[in-house]
């Protein structure tokens, strides 16, 4: 299978001497616009080597053009995440402030995810954040730091990168998800208390919106899990309308709701309540099995 490809690149090469790299570029260009990828590839790498270390603004140009070429096609046509990442750091390392390298440095963290390379990813939006922080996207790659931190586990840093997004980029629509996921890292960890008292200041401060409604659900699951169904039915109750599963929120109430029922004293003289009650409690239980 290597063979075809190794006589194609070869072919590619010898055609070099007859075009310009500019011309060679465009070529390539127009080969990945009409379908060729593969091909739109090779010549592309091809051209880098032609160009070899070759230094001057017509050659970093056009390197630059062929390198990020070279990514995008391995990244939106090809479906190779490490023949892209490969391309883009190259890309960044090379030419670090170029406006090719702020493109690159977009989707070099997402590819090094596929790769199940935390580290790299952590690294490549750390570096898009820090290279153009006024830039779009940088606020993206703020949280998606966050996101990761939380994922490890390591949530003392999880909410500094949150609380970074939130002050770097307060007018940021992603400003309420750094604060939810801030929160949430202390529900992770099993500080309830901190969890509520996060919950309810992401509440107050995004009165109005589905933020609003997600942080009273999880205020009701902490209270849930601190045995408090009763405050817990009333932030299910607030967060029911503007939540965007509110089935989920409804079930969640139920669930509280048949707890405080089968917790509430009965009157042994009332021999219908009694009745009633251990009806409904053998029914729960003839549910749950």
Not at 183 to 200: D, K, M, P, Q, W
Request: glycine share 6%; charged share 25%; net charge neutral.
């Amino acid at each position: 299978m290597r063979r075809p490809c190794l006589l194609v690149l070869c072919a590619l090469l010898v055609s070099a001497c007859a075009q310009s790299a500019p011309a060679r570029l465009e070529q390539a260009r127009d080969l990945a616009l009409s379908g060729h990828h593969r091909t739109a590839l090779l010549e592309g790498r091809a051209l880098l080597l032609s160009l070899g270390d070759e230094r001057g603004e017509p050659q970093d140009s056009v390197r630059r053009g062929a390198l990020k070429l070279a990514g995008d096609l391995c990244a939106l046509h090809l479906d190779d995440a490490r023949c892209a990442a490969q391309e883009y750091r190259e890309l960044v390392q090379r030419y670090p402030m170029a406006p090719e390298s702020f493109e690159a440095r977009e989707r070099l963290g997402d590819l090094d995810m596929r790769l199940g390379d935390v580290r790299g990813a952590l690294a490549a939006w750390r570096d898009q954040v820090a290279a153009a922080p006024d830039h779009a996207g940088a606020d993206a790659a703020q949280l998606k730091i966050a996101r990761a931190l939380a994922d490890r586990g390591e949530y003392f840093a999880a909410r500094g990168a949150a609380a970074e997004l939130q002050s770097r980029w307060p007018r940021s629509p992603l400003a309420p998800a750094g604060a939810l996921l801030s929160a949430s890292t202390f529900h992770l960890s099993g500080h309830h208390a901190e969890a509520i008292a996060a919950y309810r200041k992401v509440a107050q401060q995004f009165s109005g919106t589905r933020q609003e409604a997600e942080a009273r659900f999880e205020t009701g699951n902490c209270l849930v899990e601190l045995g408090d169904d009763a405050h817990a039915v009333q932030e299910f109750t607030q967060a029911l309308v503007r939540h965007d599963s509110p089935e989920v929120v409804q079930f969640a109430m139920e669930r509280a709701q048949r707890r405080l029922t089968m917790g509430k004293t009965v009157d042994p003289k009332n021999v219908a309540a009694v009745f009633d009650h251990f009806a409904a409690r053998n029914s729960r239980r003839a549910t749950q099995h």
